[in-house]
């Protein structure tokens, strides 16, 4: 026979592991890191020199010097897509870079409700941006799939 109980956490506190035992709870204030050196350890996945993505094995957690971990494999992918895309980015605008200053058309691929879609700006930044309507379709036709993946940071 399984029985359990719930306990309701307080507003602002979190479990203290280190204190708690199977018969006692014990329940400290929930500090939110103010630093990064607060945060101490981070845990999740890398991007390794052949461009795979690797999660830190359990147990092995990697301290605050390591800044290339994502929280979620969903991130680390998308990072790489993301990474893929700007040189993509850069050899079809060939040199162009948008002036966000000026009100010129710039042609756009952003996320709308959770789809790509293209539209044209004028001074909000997006990060793919195009000189060309042409360019702007044609990038979004050939890397559609890879766009699809970088989306959670989009």
């Not at 890398?46 to 092995?60: H, P, Q, S």
């Not at 293209?118 to 990060?127: A, C, D, F, L, Q």
Request: aromatic share 12%.
């Amino acid at each position: 026979m399984e029985k359990s109980i719930e306990v309701e956490i307080p507003k602002g506190y979190e479990i203290d592991k280190e204190l708690s035992t199977f018969t006692k709870i014990v329940f400290k204030e929930r500090k939110l890191p103010e630093t990064w050196k607060e945060l101490k350890v981070v845990k999740g996945w890398y991007i390794n020199n052949d461009a795979e993505t690797v999660k830190v094995k359990k147990g092995e957690p990697i301290y605050y010097s390591s800044k290339k971990l994502f929280p979620t494999l969903e991130l680390a992918e998308a990072s790489l897509a993301l990474s893929q895309l700007l040189q993509l980015r850069e050899r079809y605008n060939d040199g162009w870079k948008p002036n966000w200053v000026n009100h010129n058309e710039k042609y756009c691929i952003h996320v709308y409700e959770n789809r790509l879609e293209t539209e044209i700006s004028y001074s909000s930044n997006t990060v793919f941006a195009f000189k060309t309507k042409e360019l702007c379709n044609e990038f979004l036709d050939n890397f559609l799939n890879l766009l699809n993946v970088a989306k959670p940071l989009l």
